[in-house]
């Protein structure tokens, strides 16, 4: 029998959703690659969803998450912003510390279910 197990993704919202592992992801992404393009193709995401969701989390934040060189015949770069820098820490920050509370939680109320599955 499979075990059983929980799935927990945060999201931030405003009106709607602007803020989530995919953005994390491509933040990381950015950060690891220097470019969103290569980010992109790193997560298996159209180049176009990327300015999409990019744009939406920087408009409800009210900040820029990257600074952007324009690419020309070696194409452009992108970095982390200050801010942008900042608040995926915190987001990172917040995420791992609701994965603890949540796998101590999972323990609390189906770890005695873990033990009969074995």
Known sequence: MEPLRYDLRLRLFR?????GPGVAELLHGVENRGS???????MGMAYS???KILNRAE???GFALLSREAG????GNAALTPE???FL???DAFVHAVQQQSDRLYDEFFGDMEERDE
């Open 59 to 61: 408009d409800d934040l």
């Open 72 to 75: 020309g015949s070696g194409g």
């Open 36 to 42: 969103i393009r290569a980010a992109c193709r790193d």
């Open 84 to 86: 942008g820098k900042a």
């Open 89 to 91: 820490q915190r987001y």
């Open 49 to 51: 969803k990327a300015w």
């Open 15 to 19: 009106d709607q959703k602007f803020f």
